[in-house]
C-alpha cells in the first residue's frame, strides 16, 4: 500500500512538472519530433496552398515574405520566377531524403540537427 502512495505521488508531481506554461525550467530543452515521410507527402497540398497567396496554382517569389526568399528562391529549380507544385514536392522530398541519413522514412531530430550544421 505504502508503494501505491509514493507512485501515486511521484506521478502526480511528474504530471505537474509537465503541464506548467512557462518553461523557466526547461532550459531550452525542445522535445525530440520524428517526422515520417508518408506525413511530409500528406501535408504538401496544405503547405504549398499556404505559400500560393493569390491562389492561382503557382507561388511568385512576390509572394514571399523577403526574410524568406532567399530560402524559398531555392525551391525554383528551374529559375523562372515561379515555383510549380511539382517543383515545391520534389525539393521537399530531395531535401528529406538527403536529411534522413538512415534512410528509414523517419526524419528525427538528431539527423535534423546534424542536418543544420552541415548547412553552416
Known sequence: MRHMIVLSALAQMLLTACSKDDDTNAAGFKPPV???RADL???FDRRFDR???DRNGTVELSEVAP??????KRLDTNNDGTI???EYKTV???RFDQTNANHDGTLTTPERDA???LER
Open 34 to 36: 520524428n517526422i515520417l
Open 51 to 53: 505559400l500560393d497567396r
Open 92 to 94: 521537399q522530398l530531395a
Open 84 to 86: 510549380t507544385r511539382d
Open 67 to 72: 526574410e524568406r526568399l532567399a530560402r524559398t
Open 115 to 117: 542536418a543544420k550544421l
Open 41 to 43: 507527402v500528406a501535408g
